[in-house]
């Protein structure tokens, strides 16, 4: 009888657990935390890569003998809108081996996770979830943030989905109107709205996978993002650090106190943290793998992968407790300056022959329509660089960053 891995909303990059557990004669089985696949997730949904889906319709008591049914070797969040999910599942199925049940609200939501941090005397920034102006307004107040920098955002969506930032003596009120009752990528209406105070500084994330409370470090990645508007979101690169780095331990040591106070037991972590002149401050910490290409990167990388250490878990019950790096690796971010008709999708196909080029990821062909990169989720797509040689590897980008330039989207729609 075949063995069974059971993914909930193995979206995108999530879907690569099923390649790799097939690898080892385990088929996987995919349950969306949705009656239907999500709308802002549909170019990353690959049903062909599952032996059988089931959708979520809110019965719990059914999905658990759906899933027991398979007599699962795991249960696994493929995204942020399995995890709580996930954690029933887990808890329900084998008491005792996932996350803390009782702090899954704290690996979801930002503003149970914020208050966990701060309970745990983690240094942290100060923040807010005000459902109403007048509460936000009340809260900068007495939190001495009138008139600063902020940032605001959605409490349960996920990449940097509806990130806004607010500079000093700039009028926060129009982006909370906005955010306020809008609904995010995960279909959730925006019912409470998260203020934060600005940390200036460089972000950084670093990807974890967990067994039995160890905390084992995969990778620390040191992002270049641009702001654009009120939008701060939006990637250039990424590059992986060395272990050696004295910034690497600094960052782990933050990283197993925030899991610890969020009650991270088991699986993956995706945290990013902001590296400010008082230190690291938390942004957020994700109970889930890193998307995007970040595992096909890891592995470029590192030799390893969140993927691969869940499939030696599971399978060979081993634990690594760190990384090493085998290549320079970046990622590389596209970008529309502009909304409208990608015309000329081929210039890109240039990259294939640089010397360092590893994977073109672009999801828009000639005649469809392209939005302007605003975030995560608005990227034209990414180019994955690796090479033995830095000096090549940034000769390399700028070559990236001129073949971007030549990419024509026609706001005009000809």
């Not at 658990?64 to 887990?90: C, F, K, Q």
Request: glycine share 8%.
């Amino acid at each position: 009888m075949p063995r069974h891995v059971v993914l909930v909303d193995p979206y995108s990059e999530a879907a690569e657990y099923a390649n790799a557990f097939r690898a080892r004669g385990v088929e996987s089985v995919a349950v969306l935390s949705t009656p239907a696949p999500l709308k802002s997730y549909l170019h990353g949904w690959k049903p062909e890569a599952f032996a059988a889906t089931h959708f979520y319709d809110g019965d719990f008591a059914k999905l658990v003998e759906t899933v027991r049914s398979y007599d699962p070797v795991a249960v696994i969040p493929g995204n942020e809108h399995a995890v709580m999910l996930v954690d029933r599942l887990v808890e329900e199925l084998t008491p005792g081996t996932g996350n803390d049940p009782a702090l899954s609200a704290a690996r979801r939501d930002k503003w149970p996770m914020l208050q966990a941090v701060a309970r745990a005397g983690i240094p942290h920034l100060r923040t807010y979830a005000a459902t109403t102006e007048e509460a936000a307004r009340e809260w900068l107040r007495e939190s001495g943030l009138e008139g600063e920098a902020l940032v605001l955002k959605p409490r349960c969506s996920g990449g940097t989905d509806g990130v806004h930032k607010v500079e000093a003596g700039e009028d926060w009120r129009p982006p909370f109107r906005e955010l306020l009752g809008s609904v995010n990528m995960f279909d959730l209406t925006n019912d409470s709205i998260l203020i934060q105070e600005f940390a200036e500084g460089t972000e950084y994330v670093v990807d974890t996978y967990s067994v039995n409370g160890e905390l084992g470090l995969v990778a620390v990645v040191r992002y270049s993002k641009s702001v654009r508007g009120d939008r701060i979101g939006v990637y250039d690169a990424e590059d992986y650090l060395h272990p050696d780095d004295p910034l690497v331990a600094v960052l782990a040591r933050y990283t197993r106190q925030v899991a610890e106070a969020v009650g991270v037991r088991t699986g993956c972590t995706h945290t990013e943290i902001m590296q400010t002149d008082r230190g690291p401050r938390l942004i957020e910490i994700a109970a889930r793998l890193d998307g995007g290409c970040g595992q096909q990167a890891a592995r470029l990388a590192t030799g390893d992968s969140q993927i691969d250490r869940a499939v030696r878990h599971h399978l060979d019950d081993t634990f690594t407790p760190g990384y090493s790096i085998a290549n320079p690796t970046r990622v590389v971010w596209l970008s529309a300056p502009n909304g409208g008709t990608m015309h000329n999708a081929e210039v890109l196909d240039a990259v294939r022959e640089l010397a360092s080029f590893q994977k073109l990821g672009c999801r828009y062909p000639n005649g469809s329509r392209v939005p302007k990169t605003e975030d995560l989720f608005t990227t034209l797509g990414w180019v994955l660089l690796s090479t033995s040689d830095q000096h090549l590897l940034e000769q390399d980008t700028q070559q990236v960053r001129k073949i971007e330039a030549m990419v024509v989207v026609d706001p005009l729609d000809r």
